[in-house]
């Protein structure tokens, strides 16, 4: 069974600039997690999607925002790219809205600002 | 809000010793609580979760509401056991539910 799936693998921008990140969860999957995982800050919650529809979101920005198409891929947009948005930004997936789904993790897509 | 403390950002023991990870939270109603593992160029996975109450490469980690912690224990180390670990959180119920909260995360390293 393919895991969830990530890209790019690594992606470098300038400030101000935006950028997309692309996750696939696993197939049978309806919920897609991101997280971001910067130096010294942990693993924070970003959004979750369901179904298509955002279920909720963390702490951060508008300029942060994402969806997930009809086959429950998912893309997240950081808009105005700040030197502080340089992170390793993690993508999850579950079977849905059940709280005892397990998350699975990708391998994450490191994003540079310069 | 929920939170989750990992007191030891590094913790280092010798094979065949005990190792104990610990995690507290503060979380006003039933949370359930997990431990995810990173080993070296490896994904994020879960190792357990405190409502399977099963034991996972050897490790067992219990939730004590009072206390509010969920350390993670292994009786005898080993080598491969080197790796990051994290405990994590998530509201049971509510508009919250699904999203995961982190600890800052324990790198072990358990030396030959």
């Known amino acids: 069974e393919a895991g969830v799936t990530q890209s790019p693998t690594h992606l470098i921008k300038t400030r101000g600039q935006q950028a997309t990140l692309r996750c696939s969860p696993i197939?049978?999957?309806?919920?897609v997690y991101w997280y971001q995982q910067a130096l010294g800050l942990g693993l924070q919650f970003l959004l979750w999607y369901d179904e298509g529809e955002e279920r909720n979101r963390g702490n951060f920005p508008p300029r942060f925002s994402g969806r997930q198409f009809p086959n429950y891929s998912s893309e997240l947009n950081v808009n105005a790219l700040e030197l502080e948005d340089s992170a390793l930004y993690l993508c999850a997936s579950s079977l849905g809205l059940g709280q005892n789904y397990e998350q699975y993790f990708g391998p994450g897509t490191r994003l540079t600002v310069t | 809000a929920q939170r989750v403390t990992q007191p030891e950002k590094l913790l280092s023991v010798f094979k065949g010793a005990p190792v104990e990870l610990k995690c507290n939270y503060s979380y006003s109603g039933s949370p359930e609580l997990f431990w995810y593992v990173q080993y070296s160029r490896q994904r994020l996975q879960l190792l357990l979760r405190h409502i399977s109450r099963e034991s996972i490469k050897g490790f067992t980690a219990d939730l004590n509401k009072g206390e509010t912690s969920f350390h993670l224990k292994k009786p005898f180390a080993q080598e491969e056991d080197s790796a990051m670990y994290y405990c994590?959180?998530?509201?049971?119920?509510?508009?919250?539910?699904?999203?995961?909260?982190f600890g800052q995360g324990t790198i072990l390293t358990v030396h030959p």
């Open positions: 994590a959180l998530r509201k049971a119920g509510g508009t919250s539910y699904g999203k995961l909260t």
């Open positions: 197939s049978g999957h309806t919920s």
